[in-house]
């Protein structure tokens, strides 16, 4: 994240180029914000997604989980092939 006041572009010193990144939109995601070093968090616009709570997760599974395995499991075995060598 880039100090406008103390610089606007970028060196990249694998291809040795510089860039300007001073239009450029950082996004950026964590599960657990207090594992983001104090300084870069202070340079971040925070907006909070709820996840989901335990009793949706376990609908989640119970719906979409657990009916395909159990699928798998009862699908009936293989036929033979009723065609004729010639």
């Given amino acids: 994240m880039l ?3 103390q610089n ?3 060196h990249d010193n694998y291809l040795d180029t510089e860039y300007d990144l001073s239009k450029t939109l950082f ?3 964590a599960n657990n914000i207090q594992n983001v070093h104090p300084a870069l968090r202070d340079r971040m616009e925070m907006i909070n997604i ?3 709570l335990l009793e949706e997760k376990i609908e989640i599974g119970l719906r ?3 009916p395909p395995r159990n699928a798998r499991r009862t699908a ?3 036929r033979a ?3 004729r060598a010639k």
């Fill in 64 to 66: 979409h989980l657990l």
């Fill in 27 to 29: 996004i950026a995601t």
């Fill in 81 to 83: 092939c009723s065609c």
């Fill in 76 to 78: 009936s075995p293989p």
């Fill in 50 to 52: 709820p996840g989901y």
């Fill in 3 to 5: 100090d406008p006041e």
């Fill in 8 to 10: 606007t572009t970028f």
